[in-house]
Nanobody
Framework: QVQLTESGGGSVQAGASLRLSCQAS????????MGWFRQTPGKKREFVAA????????YYKDSVKGRFTISRDNAKATVYLQMDSLKPEDTAVYYC???????????????????WGQGIQVTVSL
């Protein structure tokens, strides 16, 4: 079965960096756009970043542009989220997700994703 396994979360101070990883298994990785979403208690899960399945084009939430970088290694079936200059408002549970194929407008919509990881906590303190 399909599994998405996140790693790399933790607790850091504002201004620090973290790199999240999400390893996929049980699917043809190159057929899937990959996304990162996040959620805080009492709030709806929100889009953070995505990377296209065909050309590797990245997409970002406005508030993380210039600080976060999404990338993928198809040979390792892994997607990464490099998070720099972290802020307390980045604190959330981060989820990795896989969307078969997809198009530029679909990457932002969690309903378009087929598989989800279990989530990993990122905590940023002042």
């Amino acid at each position: 079965q399909v599994q998405l396994t996140e790693s790399g979360g933790g607790s850091v101070q504002a201004g620090a960096s973290l790199r999240l990883s999400c390893q996929a298994s049980g699917l043809t990785f190159t057929d899937y756009g990959m996304g990162w979403f996040r959620q805080t208690p009492g709030k709806k899960r929100e889009f953070v970043a995505a990377i296209n399945w065909s050309d590797g084009r990245p997409y970002y939430k406005d508030s993380v542009k210039g600080r976060f970088t999404i990338s993928r290694d198809n040979a390792k079936a892994t997607v990464y989220l490099q998070m720099d200059s972290l802020k307390p408002e980045d604190t959330a549970v981060y989820y990795c997700a896989a969307e078969e194929y997809g198009y530029s407008g679909s990457h932002y919509d969690e309903e378009e994703y087929d598989y989800w990881g279990q989530g990993i906590q990122v905590t940023v303190s002042l």
